[in-house]
């Protein structure tokens, strides 16, 4: 049980080149979500799956896409990076396991756009 | 607008003291309420949560406290530990999503 994974780790684009980060998650777990981390920002959400087929936006969509391929499986697109999008992103999926609610967090790719 | 907001960016203790961390909410529809952990080059990892119907709820070290009226929310670590050195972010739960504060970071010297 690997929980959630993604998928690179580490990037560094250009300005203008396109790129997708992974994530994938064996919990079984129907809502899954895309955050990113800035300095002194916290986390904040950029887009959500709360269920297959399904995707809304967050607090900071703008220049990004995403797609919910499975169950498992939402993927994050940025289709021209812009150095405004360096950060860590970092993917989640939720467990509604009786009346607990938690999200579960992937390891996080650190992305550096040039 | 910030609608969970983390005050102290910072905070240090010596090991075995008490550790709290605070944290403020604005909206009073808010139901759940969570704390996570983040070390360096990690994903957060959940930590102890409380839902609206409770004003306390505790974990071995952790205790998590919720004022409704106040709208506040803490976390208290008794004994801190040298592990415990690393970032705590307050969330709350707004429908689906989690709305994370900025985070406090943390630092339990030995």
Request: glycine content about 8%; charged content about 15%; some cysteine.
């Amino acid at each position: 049980n690997a929980g959630v994974t993604q998928t690179p780790k580490f990037q560094v684009l250009k300005t203008g080149q396109s790129m997708t980060l992974q994530c994938a998650q064996d919990m079984n777990h129907n809502s899954m979500y895309w955050y990113r981390q800035d300095p002194g920002m916290g986390l904040r959400l950029i887009y959500y799956s709360a269920s297959e087929g399904t995707t809304d936006k967050g607090e900071v969509p703008n220049g990004y896409n995403v797609s919910r391929l499975n169950k498992r499986e939402f993927s994050l697109r940025l289709e021209s990076a812009a150095p405004s999008q360096t950060s860590v992103y970092f993917c989640a999926s939720r467990s509604l396991a009786g009346k607990q609610e938690t999200q579960y967090f992937g390891p996080g790719t650190r992305l550096l756009v040039l | 607008d910030q609608q969970v907001k983390q005050n102290s960016p910072s905070l240090s203790v010596q090991e075995g003291r008490i550790s709290i961390l605070n944290c403020d909410y604005t909206n009073s529809m808010f139901d759940y309420f969570l704390w996570y952990k983040k070390y360096p080059a990690e994903g957060p990892t959940f930590l102890i949560s409380i839902s609206s119907i409770k004003d306390k709820n505790e974990d071995g070290r952790f205790t998590v406290f919720l004022n409704k009226s106040a709208k506040h929310l803490s976390l208290h670590i008794v004994p801190s530990q040298p592990g415990d050195s690393a970032v705590y972010f307050c969330a709350v739960g707004a429908g689906t999503a989690l709305i994370f504060g900025k985070g406090t970071t943390l630092s339990v010297s030995s």
